[in-house]
């Protein structure tokens, strides 16, 4: 199956039009408070974002020593870190962050059927118009996204007005204040064919994973559904 066209179906089904990683598209580069966020001009993203008491404050803390501990080890030898580095450092801690999450830690607000209908309301709401959604899931905790930015809106952007319409909302549904959100998101920008077909499939089996066999509040495109269950 091809994941990867010029073009959008034109047989009433969404094609993905995606292309692989253009180096000469239109770069963005925007340090976060945690992670480095590049943005492509038609760049395709796994994104993933937690609610704010998802993970004890020692784990982020302990993660951030251990990543500034291995970048501090290849400075020491005279160089800065590659991108290549760089991707696998990035992986690496987004990998211990997913395994963290999936443990349900913390007052898992999306566990609230309302507020997780909301919230995946939200993510489809703008769907074919501002972006264009491959594949997402709404986990207890946290959420995760396979997104492509449509011309003339940005990754941070969609970002902000998902978290701050549906903060807005879960926070009047649990009659509550405060912030519902991690400020700090996880994005990885999809290399190829092979890397997006990994990301949906892994955004849209997360549940499973989690050990949530019948959770409702996922999603993927129609013309790869049928390969995923």
């Not at 696998?88 to 309302?114: M, T």
């Not at 998902?162 to 996880?186: D, V």
Request: charged residues 25%.
């Amino acid at each position: 199956m091809n994941l990867i066209s010029d073009n959008k179906s034109n047989s009433g089904t969404r094609g993905t039009g995606v292309s692989p990683v253009n180096h000469g598209l239109k770069a963005c580069f925007r340090h976060g408070a945690y992670l480095p966020h590049w943005e492509i001009e038609g760049g395709v993203y796994f994104v993933t974002f937690r609610l704010a008491d998802s993970l004890p404050r020692y784990v982020v803390r302990s993660l951030k020593a251990q990543r500034k501990d291995i970048i501090k080890t290849i400075k020491k030898s005279d160089k800065t870190p590659t991108s290549v580095e760089n991707k696998s450092i990035n992986k690496l801690f987004s990998r211990k962050f997913d395994r963290y999450l999936d443990s349900g830690r913390g007052a898992c607000h999306l566990k609230n059927p309302e507020i997780a209908e909301m919230v995946a309301n939200a993510l489809c709401h703008f769907d074919g118009n501002r972006y264009f959604l491959f594949a997402w899931s709404v986990m207890p905790n946290h959420v995760h996204v396979v997104v492509r930015p449509e011309s003339g809106y940005n990754l941070s952007d969609i970002l902000h007005s998902w978290k701050s319409f549906t903060a807005k909302r879960a926070n009047k549904i649990l009659k509550r204040g405060g912030r519902f959100w991690q400020p700090e998101y996880y994005d990885h920008l999809i290399r190829d064919e092979k890397d997006l077909k990994r990301c949906i499939e892994y955004t849209y089996y997360n549940p499973e994973k989690a050990g949530m066999d019948k959770w409702r509040w996922r999603g993927c495109i129609s013309n790869i559904n049928n390969g995923l269950g």
